[in-house]
């Protein structure tokens, strides 16, 4: 049976903070290679590399960790199943216009990035149910447990969402020769989490030396729209990271910057933990 995440559990969980990484998957099924138009490099170039491993502290913190294995280019957990790209799949009838699925970059990928496509001509509609139906679902259902076992615990829930960027991304924000951010965090512009938790995960983030933006030009997608509902205490915030600091983004490799950069993340994610901490258990701690 195929293995679509893994949630790695800590032994006690201890806050309401769940961390999940949509994009790091790192499995590019043989015959889906073989079809491709692209090399086995190229085709990573959408994939978040190691942000599973950038924040693998987080059960050591109490919080759970979930992690897909199927690759962005073969099936996008950050997009709602029902995105569907006619131009790659046969037999979907043009939708209501949607720029995600307009610009390739459907719940079946067309293109990785650069706009560059992925596939040989177009593939069946039966083939890209069953990726939805092996990976996305079975990931969106473990993620949905994951929320509402902190709501039965903790009484909310904290999603983080993570994710990195191509450097280039950022490149045109800001002043020229500005200051650029390290980290983006996407609340929808507050329609997915209190500005309270915000605050907070951009305190944790500042206080390790990391210049923090939001919403620009990450706003988050489908995961943060879909499962922020700060109304009824779940929140979930999209947290992109600069992948110039920690990797080699041509050979998609760890840079030798890799180790010390994760050791930097391992504080924040302790702070970001405490966050979705009880107040006793907290002052226990300490």
């Not at 512009?189 to 995960?201: E, K, L, N, P, W």
């Not at 509902?229 to 915030?237: E, G, T």
Request: net charge negative; aromatic share 6%.
């Amino acid at each position: 049976m195929t293995q679509a995440f893994e949630i790695t559990h800590p032994e006690r969980r201890t806050t309401s903070v769940v961390f999940a990484s949509p994009h790091s998957g790192r499995e590019y099924p043989k015959a889906f290679l073989d079809r491709a138009e692209l090399d086995a490099r190229a085709i990573r170039s959408s994939e978040d590399a190691y942000v599973d491993l950038l924040f693998d502290s987080a059960p050591r913190q109490g919080a759970p960790l979930l992690k897909a294995f199927a690759s962005r280019a073969f099936v996008d957990l950050n997009r709602a199943a029902d995105e569907l790209d006619p131009a790659l799949i046969e037999g979907v009838r043009r939708p209501v216009h949607n720029p995600r699925v307009a610009s390739g970059l459907g719940v079946i990928p067309r293109v990785v990035a650069g706009g560059r496509a992925i596939h040989r001509g177009r593939i069946a509609l039966s083939e890209a149910h069953g990726r939805i139906d092996t990976y996305w679902r079975p990931y969106h259902d473990a993620l949905q447990e994951l929320l509402a076992e902190s709501h039965a615990h903790f009484g909310e829930a904290i999603l983080i969402d993570c994710h990195s960027m191509p450097h280039e991304a950022i490149e045109s924000i800001g002043s020229p020769g500005g200051l650029r951010p390290d980290v983006v965090l996407g609340d929808r512009f507050g329609a997915a989490a209190s500005t309270a938790i915000v605050d907070q995960i951009e305190a944790a983030f500042t206080a390790a030396g990391l210049r923090v933006s939001r919403n620009m030009p990450f706003a988050g997608a489908y995961i943060v729209q879909h499962y922020g509902r700060p109304s009824r205490r779940q929140h979930a915030i999209q947290v992109e990271i600069d992948r110039s600091l920690y990797m080699d983004e041509r050979l998609v490799e760890p840079s030798p910057r890799f180790e010390q950069f994760r050791q930097l993340l391992g504080r924040v994610v302790a702070d970001l933990t405490a966050i979705g901490r009880p107040e006793e258990t907290r002052v226990a701690a300490e």
